[in-house]
């Protein structure tokens, strides 16, 4: 699979297993401890969830579930992407904040997704 050169998300494991910081400069309106999240973000996102649902109809039961719940994220951030688009009544800014919020979350439950799953494997092979 093809890699890109992007920013990383906050907790993003680098390619030699060290964990990568993503500095942004300040925005305008934050909330402590949550930034804004941009398309590099969401791009990374796409690309790591293509990367995991690729193989998902190979996932054990365990797997299987945790594979399920991020999908469920993942529609709930699509829902949410549309709503900026098109939110006239809710403010820009709460919607935004809440996508960040909702990106790291499934940011973190792919990487540990992803981590299961080469743990499954290297089990495999073990044994």
């Known amino acids: 699979m093809r890699r890109t050169n992007r920013k990383s998300l906050p907790g993003k494991v680098g390619a030699n297993g060290?964990?990568?910081?993503?500095?942004?400069?300040?925005?305008?309106?934050?909330?402590?401890?949550?930034?804004?999240?941009?398309?590099?973000?969401?791009d990374a996102l796409g690309e790591l969830r293509s990367e995991l649902q690729f193989a998902a109809h190979f996932y054990k039961e365990d797997l299987k579930e945790r594979w399920d719940?991020?999908?469920?994220?993942?529609?709930?951030?699509?829902?949410?992407?549309?709503?900026?688009?098109?939110?006239?009544?809710?403010s820009r800014i709460e919607i935004g904040f809440a996508i960040s919020i909702l990106v790291t979350s499934l940011h973190d439950a792919y990487?540990?997704?992803?981590?299961?799953?080469?743990?499954?494997?290297?089990?495999?092979?073990?044994t």
């Open 18 to 42: 060290s964990a990568q910081q993503h500095h942004q400069p300040e925005a305008s309106a934050t909330i402590e401890g949550v930034r804004p999240v941009t398309r590099d973000d969401l």
């Open 69 to 90: 719940n991020a999908e469920r994220h993942w529609h709930e951030l699509q829902q949410k992407l549309k709503s900026v688009e098109n939110a006239a009544s809710v």
């Open 111 to 126: 990487l540990e997704l992803r981590r299961a799953v080469v743990q499954s494997q290297t089990k495999e092979t073990t």
